[in-house]
């Protein structure tokens, strides 16, 4: 029996017909003061969709047999314990190992040894390198370049820090360099958008800034061999779905303007936004479902934090937790193939197309008016993620945005001034920047921090 057959007997409902009967059975409630709700990126999400809503609208794909690996982020502070990290990392079911360096290590062999022979990618990000060691970095890097995945975004070390790693012009011939003496391996331009996530940017806006961000090199560089964007991913699940979906379409559009030849790759993590130190246990629920989020949106990498990363330093246990969590949904729930589940889904399908043709009102806004950096340099960009994170800030103040143990169900017993490896919150550093920079902040900082005064 066919599909349309099977239904055949059924006489179709309308839109309008489930809107009355919704309003029927709310008793004289309004139906759009008790069931339509705005999200803080302007969008009104309502109790129902169905095939009317996405009937005027172009729907987007995602790219057949989407494949997703499990990553693992290692900082390196030393070469030979990085180095062990990662092979143990392998063995216990990581996919691709993330080296972030934290200071220049003075041994790359070490960090290297025995992983490039491997069938596993090695990347290697540069965007939290100390300043003084940058150029020495690259210099000692180049016997690896064919083999690893060389992450370096100058703009987004501006954006995070406030200043450039050497200088703008330094930094743009650094780039070109690299990209033009390794064109045919892996260094390619890497688009940290978690940037703005994390800093309180809602949707919207991080589409736009991370199209606009990759733009900036576009203009500068020809035809880039690789291209990868790093998305935070918060807990608005379904919002935090139709994001990467978006950006994949906005990015097709992107590509077909500057006639570029490869794909986008993205990678995904769970924002640190909405993270917190009492009740930390509750993280590994949110990490569990940003993470789903995440191969459902598409990413082709996902990295998971572990449930203490805000207060404890890195150990073996919290790290195992979080890489089986997607061991977890990849071979035991079966999502190596979910991102075409969510093919059909009316409700997706409109927030996907919302999501994106805001995005593009934004970013064209932003070329309109000099492009990422002229903006960047203004404080524009700032001033928005700020506007709109101060927004968040009050609805979880105010006790309407609820984080589980922090703001809703509060165990007033939970002690935390004993437990803490580390500073969790924000630490202001007095230093001279060219510009304002784009700061991560948590929501439940300042809640905290008055909980742990009273302990």
């Not at 690789?226 to 991913?233: R, Y």
């Not at 986008?264 to 009492?278: D, S, V």
């Not at 479902?289 to 207060?311: I, Q, R, S």
């Amino acid at each position: 029996m066919t599909k349309t057959a099977l239904f055949s007997e059924f006489t179709p409902v309308t839109a309008k017909q489930w809107k009355q009967k919704i309003q029927y059975d709310l008793k004289g409630a309004d139906y759009n003061d008790t069931l339509v709700w705005e999200s803080i990126e302007g969008i009104k999400v309502k109790p129902f969709y169905n095939a009317e809503d996405v009937s005027d609208i172009p729907k987007y794909r995602l790219p057949k047999k989407q494949i997703w690996n499990i990553g693992e982020y290692i900082s390196v502070t030393d070469a030979e314990i990085a180095n062990k990290k990662a092979k143990q990392a392998l063995n216990k079911g990581a996919e691709v190992i993330y080296f972030v360096l934290e200071t220049t290590p003075t041994h790359f062999p070490a960090l290297f040894h025995e992983l490039l022979d491997t069938e596993h990618p090695i990347h290697l990000d540069l965007t939290t390198l100390e300043v003084d060691g940058f150029e020495q970095a690259i210099q000692e890097l180049n016997p690896y370049l064919s083999k690893i995945h060389l992450h370096i975004d100058t703009i987004g070390h501006l954006a995070k820090s406030g200043n450039w790693y050497l200088s703008m012009e330094k930094d743009k011939e650094l780039l070109k360099s690299l990209l033009d003496k390794t064109a045919k391996n892996h260094v390619g331009l890497s688009i940290d958008a978690s940037i703005y996530g994390n800093a309180g940017a809602n949707c919207v806006q991080q589409l736009a800034y991370a199209l606009a961000h990759t733009t900036e090199y576009l203009n500068q560089i020809e035809n880039p061999i690789n291209l990868n964007t790093t998305f935070a991913v918060g807990g608005n699940y379904f919002f935090e779905i139709a994001k990467l979906r978006a950006y994949r379409w906005l990015w097709e559009s992107l590509r077909t303007e500057h006639n570029l030849a490869h794909q986008l790759r993205i990678t995904a993590k769970p924002a640190t936004r909405n993270k917190t130190i009492y009740d930390y246990n509750v993280n590994l629920l949110r990490t569990s479902t940003e993470c789903m989020a995440a191969v459902l949106g598409g990413a082709n990498m996902v990295v998971n934090h572990p449930y203490d990363l805000l207060y404890k330093y890195p150990h073996e246990f919290s790290e195992r937790i979080a890489r089986n969590q997607l061991l977890l949904l990849k071979e035991e729930a079966y999502f190596n193939d979910a991102p075409a589940s969510t093919e059909g889904s009316y409700f997706l399908d409109s927030l996907t197309y919302q999501l994106a043709q805001k995005a593009l009102e934004l970013y064209q806004q932003i070329e309109a008016s000099g492009g990422f950096l002229v903006n960047l340099k203004k404080g524009i960009i700032q001033k928005k993620v700020k506007e709109v994170a101060e927004k968040e800030q009050q609805l979880f103040d105010d006790g309407i945005l609820k984080l589980i143990g922090t703001n809703l169900f509060q165990n007033k017993a939970d002690k935390m001034g004993g437990a803490l490896d580390k500073n969790p919150f924000l630490q202001k550093k007095s230093r001279k920047t060219l510009i304002p920079p784009i700061v991560a902040t948590r929501l439940a900082e300042k809640l905290e921090k008055k909980r742990l005064e009273n302990e």
